[in-house]
Nanobody, 127 residues
Framework: QAQLVESGGGLVQAGGSLRLSCTASGGTFSSDDMGWYRQAPGKERELVAAIATITWNGGNTYYQSSVKGRFTSSRNNAKNTVYLQMNHMRPEDTAIYYC?????????????????WGQGTQVTVSS
């Protein structure tokens, strides 16, 4: 069974940086569009960033407007790993961040099934 394991979350001051990593086991990582969702307390989950397969979609990326210019997603297919580099972080970035396989490449009513989600990693930005 395919699994996704996130790491790299933690506590950071406003203006600081964190890098999240998500390593996939099983499945066909290089053929999967990958994404990062987040959910803050009392808020709906939202698609923050997505990165397409290189083979089929040229590695295209999507970023939510609130993180554009601050967050960067990348992938290393040889390591079955996708990354989310978060710079100039803000308190409103505080949330649980989830790595997701087979994600849409833009906001959509489609939500990947639970089997395609990692366990999540907490990110807290202090003011």
């Amino acid at each position: 069974q395919a699994q996704l394991v996130e790491s790299g979350g933690g506590l950071v001051q406003a203006g600081g940086s964190l890098r999240l990593s998500c390593t996939a086991s099983g499945g066909t990582f290089s053929s999967d569009d990958m994404g990062w969702y987040r959910q803050a307390p009392g808020k709906e989950r939202e698609l923050v960033a997505a990165i397409a397969t290189i083979t089929w979609n040229g590695g295209n990326t999507y970023y939510q407007s609130s993180v554009k210019g601050r967050f960067t997603s990348s992938r290393n297919n040889a390591k079955n790993t996708v990354y989310l580099q978060m710079n100039h972080m803000r308190p409103e970035d505080t949330a649980i961040y989830y790595c997701v396989r087979d994600t849409p490449l833009s906001p959509s009513t489609y939500i990947p099934p639970a089997s395609e989600w990692g366990q999540g990693t907490q990110v807290t930005v202090s003011s």
